[in-house]
């Protein structure tokens, strides 16, 4: 539906806070207790409120891309009807949102209803307070901003909103020669996403710098916000609105398909597009040139109460789940008093119809895997301290048998290489090179065992009877990391409490008893339980009789872990992907008690002999005489 060109008068000043226990009234309640529409709304914050700190989390899985669609009518400078609070109350919603974790928000343009001097005047006031946060944000030029295409020089909206704007944001990545057209570079989920923010009317040198902006930044997903792309077919005559199927009520506009042809069907990192312009919003999913989805989205509220109040669309991305949640709020309203509230903004608090409220899927590493990591020379990983470090980068091809007798060598210098052995009967395929690995392992290699019990089976490899490691006590502290991957295959019966490395020897035999010893056990074990593969590390200090034992979480299947046990010379704690587990005792526990055997890799020692081989995949290894603190792990950075 085309714009039209009607106004809304605007109310009061606005202060809030807690915006999320605003909403918990319902809509009936504000209704009840409303009084004559001459009445300036009250606010739940007071005159005193300001907004916090903003501070998302550029790691997590869970993030929010905020969008705001037209607020032209909360900007008529030259009709002298201007009125910032709506917008101002969004913002201080992105910057306060700690659980949605908003990390970008982009406006789709109109700005202003005129083009105003006076009317950009105000909105770049109201921008400021973004700002002042350091809120990463992008903005666009509407046709209520600007005519022409974006030859068209200088105006209010590039004085205000140009390139200049954005000279201290992080996110900023660069403009076109015309500074209408800019794109910005975020962090979320652990990975970059690119927005282009792209004028209403791009020139052919627009689309020459969109589509090398984007060759030049290959693997980013890209996101690709305007003004004009899609319309809804369907009126707003009634509503909710009748519009047929939600996933299929969005055509291309005449420009629309001059981006589409232009930009988006040969550019397979674009895989959504946001544009406002059009009412009522509306959505619709098609096949670029590489035969992926694109999903083409309209939101736009300024038909509705307020001028939509400068309601917010917010995309929660989930990318555990491979979705994206999406839903309409408008923080003005939810900001009110709820006893104060009218009538229709007790209606607009939370939009909730098909066209407001859905998700979409999002199968990110399908379409844009994540970057490996490039491989990293040993000399890099043997840091001060170093005793053994084990990797399989220069052995056999990927899938070949690793021979009985066959050495791997101690990248650390010290001495501590390790010979393949073999239970008796064992394949030849029951150890063999491997080139998967976790995308942050030094080496892009491991080992694939197909070790196990009933029968015991499997090859593992063990240190040399004269190897430094076997009396080394570590009584000064350590760390010891391991990468490691269990197959979908494993099974409880037969794998439960396999080792990724043991310390031979019986503890008995080195004097140990009470709570929890068992005297067969050997005197150290980085092993997984037969409880949902949990990592345990258990182990026999110097200074007592009886086991200190770190428990980690369940591993999933088919996953790359790295599991590190970090000893500060008095107590141990476990991390798994460089994050500390639950259960880590605070018992004193200096050392490891040693009888000066050799360590297993791969293979579980009881009552001193091999009875279990590891089931999975083994990647490198490192041993170091000393506390490690997280960045220094082989993950880290």
Known sequence: MLEHEHSHTPTGPNRRDLLRSAALAGAGAGVAAFGPLSVTPTFAGGAGHSAGRWDPDPAGPQ?????????????????????????????????DSDDDNIVFMAHLGDLTQDADATS??????????????????????????????????????LQTMGPQRFRCSKTFAGADATGYNTAHIFRAGGREWLLL??????????????????????GLPVIVTTHDLVGSPYDDNVYPYESGDPENNAILS????????????????????????????????????????VHLHITNYQNRYFGGAAMLRLYHFDLARGVIDVETVAPYFLAQDPELRSPLAAQHLRLTTPVDQFSMPLDLEKRFPASVRPARPSGMLVVPGTL?????????????????????????????????????????????WSGDHHPDQPAHASLRFTGGRNP????????????????????????????????????????????????????????????????KEP??????????REPQFNFYPLNQTY??????????????????????????????????????????????????????????????????????????????????PVDQFMIGK
């Open 388 to 432: 053994a470090y084990w990797r399989f980068d220069n052995g056999g091809v990927s899938g070949s048998p690793v021979t009985a007798g066959q050495t791997v060598r101690d990248r650390s210098g010290r001495g501590n290489d390790l010979t393949v052995a073999a239970v008796a009967g064992s394949a030849a395929e029951a150890l063999t």
């Open 254 to 293: 005449g420009y629309g398909q001059q981006l589409w042809d232009g930009l988006i069907d040969n550019n397979d990192q674009i895989f959504l597009t946001i544009n406002g312009h059009y009412w009522p919003p509306g959505r619709t999913t098609r096949k670029n040139a590489a035969g992926n989805d």
């Open 63 to 95: 993030f929010t891309l905020a969008i705001m669609p037209d607020t032209q009518f909360l900007y008529w400078g030259s009709q002298n009807s201007i009125n910032s609070a709506p917008q101002e109350e969004s913002f201080r919603y992105i910057i």
């Open 547 to 628: 086991p200190t034992t770190n428990w980690g979480h369940g591993l999933f299947e088919e996953v790359w872990w790295h599991v590190a046990v970090v000893n500060d010379g008095k107590h141990t704690t476990m991390y798994v992907e460089g994050s500390p587990v639950v259960d880590n005792p605070s018992t004193l526990s200096v050392g490891i008690a040693s009888l000066g055997l050799p360590w297993l890799f791969g293979g579980h020692e009881y009552a001193g002999a091999v009875d279990n081989v590891f089931h999975g995949w083994i990647g490198d290894v490192r041993i170091v005489n000393r506390p490690l």
């Open 120 to 157: 950009f005047q105000a909105v770049g006031k109201a921008f400021d307070l973004l700002d002042s946060h350091g809120v990463a944000y992008s903005v666009l030029a509407g046709n209520h901003d600007v005519s022409g295409d974006d030859t068209r020089g200088t105006t209010p909206y």
């Open 456 to 519: 015991l089976h499997g090859g593992y490899l063990t240190t040399g009877a004269k190897a430094p490691l076997n009396a080394e006590t570590f009584n000064r502290g350590y760390t010891i990391e391991a990468f490691l991957k269990i197959p979908l295959d494993w099974d409880a019966g037969n794998n439960a409490w396999m080792s990724v490395l043991t310390r031979r020897g019986r503890s008995g035999d080195a004097g140990k008893s009470g709570k929890n010893a068992d005297p």
């Open 197 to 218: 923010a792209l004028d209403w009317r791009m020139s052919a040198p627009g689309f020459a710098w969109a589509n090398k902006f984007i060759k030049d930044h290959p």
């Open 523 to 532: 005197l150290a074990g980085l092993n997984i339980s037969n409880n949902g």
